[in-house]
């Protein structure tokens, strides 16, 4: 059934074929029961027949005899036979063959002789007398080629004498007349044969081959049964019965024959009919499964198409006309083909619109910018400054609807362009454009338009607009809409209200990234160096410290500044692993300087990150312990602006592990009393911009002077960075400054010129360093 | 048409003693029965005496209950043959026998008419109108001659010694003309058995 591809064809097939199936049957159960009936009953008739023509024969043969024994008992003609009187008993002889209509009548002496058979020979008396002798008395008999039907009456004068013989002729005719007799239609014929000659038909002399044959094959299987015969005419059915004979060695038969196909005539317009029935009745199932089948799959091959049309994507309704099952899953189908296309669109408008203004997204545009020709086309990023502070002031809501009027005011300007959404502050819009030129005077026009207050309802709202704009198809591997982004920064950065994307400026963050991954080698290599830096106590008039410094002296980009590469590690998340080999190698270069009698407090810079780990402040605080070491961590007040709690308490921790905290660069950025409250360091450290340019008497002096007293007077130690003079050195000494560091005591230096600045100078002070106690 | 004679012969032939010579014929069947009414006739060579035949038995031929009594009778030649009538109905006694010819046309209870057989054979008689009843008169010229008895064995005494011609005739016999011939060598003292196995043919729907 795998065969069939349509529904219809395989419903058709097995329908008609069944019914086919079941004509075929009956039309063969009828066939073989009127054949078999019409068998049984030719044979009936012909077994019937049979016993007529036995009696027929009989009848036949009596009155043969009946006749001969009248002339055997006639006295006279006993007498003439007696006396030898030829021509008396030839004339009574003449007389009966006229009289009874018989083809032979003669007399066959006990001595052989014969009377009244001129043409006969002594031969033919002989082969007569033995018959005789041997007592036939009726029967089949053979004359000199002719075949008779004969009867012997002995003649009694008063002992045997001899026979009278009477004989009619086989021929056609007389078969004829049997024929008519018979209640059906049926053949009959004599066939003899000699010893095993053989047969012969005397009343049919045409008969011959097969025909022949085929009699003769049931003559010989004469059991009295009727049999089949295949002649050449068809089927007959036959019976043969055997006849007695004269002759010695001599055989008959009485075939009697009936064509089947005779027998199954009337059968036959029965059988064409039955036929013809049929045949109507598999057309008419053909037609009717065909349409039936048809109707139900008509509306199945629909949803079929459907739901390949469903599956491509496409429009796909099937036409509901019944109300079965078949239309009940057609009307489910189109009821669940709309809801497809329904959330598939509203999926699509959903992925392509930013929710909250409505407008479209970035998706958007980039599917826009796809299709459109990069040539002369430009992507303009429109940020709203202070948007932040714009938002916190008019809140969420208004602050997007503001977004949502800025780019509606972009389509009145740029109606042919399209503006999406790009973030919570920008917008990105698409420009076509001669010129890079004319693109940012295009755009600083846009920048003009858009700077107007916006209109909210009842509020009015002062917008500041930056624009950043880059070329579609310039070759860099940001994307155009990032491009436009940074040189939305970029322009901001410079103050300006409009900037194209400036690739130098950006750098390479790609670069960046390997930077990265050149440092985590470089702490192998030995290309990052320690580099110290000692401090001056100036109470003590002795280098108490030094601050462990990082140099990397990098194979192919030359000198690397810390300020670069521990940014770009505190971005990228590297920044623990520098701190972790930094402390490790400060540990270890504290031990050196102890072993060469110099016991001095390592300050180590800790990034503000750190102190949002409290993990790792504790493998600081063990790594530590376990060297034994005297560390200063020195932390900017930034440091603990992010999670001021968790940074004050990771502070606490390091400090309760016996560790100093050094406030760095204090007096720069944010510097905050709140911090200098809250931070419980040991040590604050003036940035060097006011250490610089100390005088006495200005400004600077007088903060110095001052954040030292306030240092002293919360329980803190004062160290000047920056320390490049003698005067300034001289200037920190009297204004109670503890320690100083700086170009002046010495510059940062390796471990082992350290060891060896230190050692001298022990017993006479360094040339070009001064000290001062 | 022959003349009816009737001839009554006395029987005064006594036993002859076997001075001469005997001849015992047992005469049997193919299946060894014994085979009665069989005519056993001497000829010896030295030829037969002269003279008229006279036999033992009577020269007559009845008919009672619709039979010829007795069925074979043996009759010199020339001899008158009384067919007297026993029973109720007539009788149409004929033979056509070559010779012998005679008719006896319808004659009643106690009715006898007589025959002379001329010829030396066998007439073979019937009634015209019992197909049933038939007989034999065996006409012989010699005086040795005797017929089998129940138990199918003849004996003729006082025979000449020396060669003889023995011919064993019966109606049913298998032979040409109904007859054998043997040789035999007669002694002239005691008894010559022979015994000889014969064919015999279906009586043809006769009572015989």
């Given at each position: ?48 027949g049979?016993a ?36 008396t ?12 209509a ?11 002789r ?45 002992d ?21 007799l ?13 010893g095993?000659?053989g047969?012969?038909?005397?009343d049919?002399p045409?008969?011959a ?6 009699l ?9 049964k ?13 019976l ?11 055989q ?20 064409v009919s ?12 053909i ?7 048809r109707?139900?799959t ?15 994507g ?10 079965d ?14 809801g ?7 999926i ?21 910018l ?8 430009y ?25 949502r ?36 005077s ?32 310039e ?75 990082l ?38 270069d ?27 402040a504790?493998e ?49 950025g ?20 006011f ?34 003079t003698a005067?300034?050195?001289?200037l ?33 002070p ?8 | ?13 006594a ?40 036999f ?11 039979q ?17 009538n ?37 007439a ?24 089998t ?15 003889a011609?023995?011919?064993?005739w ?12 043997r ?8 008894a ?17």
């Amino acid at each position: 059934m795998g065969r069939f591809v349509h529904l219809r064809t395989r419903l058709t097939v097995l329908y008609a074929g069944l019914f086919g199936f079941a004509v075929l049957l009956t039309a063969i159960a009828v066939f073989v029961s009127v054949s078999a009936n019409a068998r049984r009953q030719v044979q009936d008739e012909l077994t019937a027949g049979g016993a007529v023509f036995d009696q027929i024969w009989a009848l036949k043969s009596d009155q043969l005899a009946d006749g001969a024994r009248v002339l055997a008992r006639d006295f006279g003609f006993r007498a003439a036979l007696a006396s030898g009187d030829a021509p008396t008993v030839d004339s009574a002889l003449q007389n009966l063959r006229s009289r009874l209509a018989l083809d032979r009548a003669f007399f066959v002496g006990a001595d052989a002789r014969l009377t009244g058979a001129p043409e006969l020979d002594a031969a033919a008396g002989e082969a007569l007398w033995r018959a005789l002798d041997g007592g036939a008395d009726s029967g089949v008999l053979q004359l000199g080629g002719q075949t008779y039907q004969a009867v012997a009456e002995p003649v009694m004068a008063p002992d045997l004498i001899g026979w009278i013989v009477f004989a009619k002729s086989l021929n056609r005719a007389e078969m004829e007349s049997l024929e008519a007799l018979a209640a059906i239609p049926l053949s009959a014929t004599v066939l003899t044969r000699t010893g095993e000659h053989g047969w012969r038909s005397p009343d049919n002399p045409q008969l011959a081959g097969d025909d022949l044959a085929q009699l003769a094959g049931a003559a010989k299987s004469g059991n009295g049964k009727p049999t089949q015969l295949h002649g050449r005419q068809g089927e007959d059915i036959a019976l043969a019965k055997p006849l007695s004979v004269f002759g010695e060695g001599e055989q008959a038969v009485l075939v009697l024959r009936y064509p089947l196909k005779l027998a199954m005539a009337p059968y036959n317009a029965l059988m064409v009919s039955l036929m013809l029935v049929g045949l109507l009745g598999l057309a008419v199932m053909i037609a009717g499964s065909w349409f039936l089948a048809r109707s139900i799959t008509r509306p199945v091959s629909a949803l079929d198409e459907a739901v390949r049309r469903l599956r491509d994507g496409e429009d796909a309704k099937v036409e509901v006309s019944s109300h079965d099952e078949i239309g009940r899953l057609a009307l489910s189908f189109n009821v669940m083909a709309a809801g497809i296309r329904e959330r598939e669109s509203r999926i699509t408008a959903l992925a392509l619109t930013d929710q909250e203004t409505d407008l479209p997204n970035r998706r958007a545009l980039e599917a826009v910018l796809e299709k459109t020709p990069a040539d002369g086309l430009y992507v303009v990023a429109v940020g709203v400054d202070r948007f932040p502070q714009v938002r916190a002031a008019v809140g969420y809501g208004l602050a997007a609807a503001m977004l949502r009027q800025l780019g509606l005011r972009v389509g009145q300007t740029w109606p042919d362009s399209l503006c999406a959404r790009l973030s919570s502050e920008r917008l990105i819009v698409m420009l076509k454009a001669d010129s890079l030129e004319s693109a940012v005077s295009m755009t600083g026009q846009l920048v003009e338009d858009l700077s107007h207050p916006v209109q909210m309802g009842e509020q009015t709202i002062d917008v500041g607009i930056s624009a950043g704009l880059a070329r579609v198809s310039e070759d860099h591997p940001a994307s155009p809409i990032d491009r436009a982004g940074i040189a939305l920064d970029q322009a901001r950065g410079a103050h300006l209200p409009v900037a194209a994307f400036d690739a130098q400026a950006y750098g390479d963050p790609a670069s960046k990234l390997s930077l990265m991954s050149e440092m985590l080698r470089a702490f192998e290599d030995g290309s990052i160096q320690m580099a110290y830096q000692p401090k001056h106590d100036l109470r003590a008039g002795a280098i108490s410290g030094v601050e462990a410094l990082l140099r990397w002296k990098h194979p192919t980009r030359g000198f690397v500044s810390p300020d670069e590469f521990v940014e770009l590690a505190e971005e990228t998340g590297h920044i623990e692993a520098l701190t972790r080999w930094t402390l490790i190698k400060a540990l270890e270069d504290q031990k050196t300087f102890r072993d060469a009698g110099h016991d001095l407090l390592m300050s180590v810079n800790l990034s503000g990150r750190m102190l949002g780990n409290p993990v790792f402040a504790r493998e600081m605080i063990a790594l530590i312990g376990a060297a034994g070491g005297r560390i200063c961590l020195e932390i900017t007040e930034t440091a603990v602006i992010n999670n001021p709690e968790e940074a004050l308490g990771i502070i606490e921790s390091l400090r309760d592990a016996g560790i100093a905290i050094s406030i760095d660069d204090y007096g720069s950025g944010l510097s905050s009393l709140t911090y200098l409250k809250q931070i419980h360091a040991d040590e604050l450290k003036i940035d060097k911009a006011f250490i610089l340019t100390l005088d006495q008497g200005s400004r600077d002096a007088l903060l110095v002077k001052s954040t030292i007293d306030l240092a002293h007077s919360l329980g803190m130690k004062v160290v000047a960075e920056g320390v490049e003079t003698a005067a300034g050195l001289a200037l920190l000494g009297g204004m109670g400054c503890d320690i100083a560091q700086g170009y002046f005591i010495c510059r940062p230096r390796s471990l082992k010129e350290v060891i060896d600045f230190l050692s001298p100078a022990e017993t006479a002070p360094a040339q070009g360093d001064a000290r001062t106690a | 048409m022959m003349r009816l004679f009737l001839c009554l012969l006395t029987l005064m032939m006594a036993p002859m003693p076997a001075v001469a010579g005997d001849l015992v014929m047992t005469v049997r069947d193919a299946g060894g029965r014994a085979v009665p009414d069989a005519v056993v006739t001497v000829y010896p060579a030295s030829g037969t005496p002269k003279g008229p035949i006279r036999f033992s038995w009577p020269l007559t031929v009845a008919q009672q209950n619709l039979q010829f009594q007795p069925f074979v009778l043996i009759a010199p030649v020339g001899s008158a043959v009384a067919f007297p009538n026993r029973d109720k109905v007539q009788h149409h006694v004929y033979s056509f026998s070559a010779g012998n010819r005679f008719e006896l046309k319808l004659f009643g209870r106690d009715e006898s008419r007589s025959v002379t057989f001329k010829a030396v054979g066998v007439a073979a008689i019937g009634c015209n109108i019992h197909d049933g009843m038939i007989g034999y008169v065996k006409v012989v010229d010699t005086p040795y001659a005797i017929k089998t008895g129940a138990d199918g064995v003849a004996q003729l005494s006082g025979l000449p010694s020396g060669k003889a011609t023995v011919k064993i005739w019966h109606p049913y016999l298998r032979a040409p003309a109904n007859e054998l011939s043997r040789p035999v060598v007669l002694v002239a003292a005691g008894a010559v058995r022979q015994t000889v196995a014969v064919e015999l043919r279906q009586s043809a729907g006769h009572g015989h």
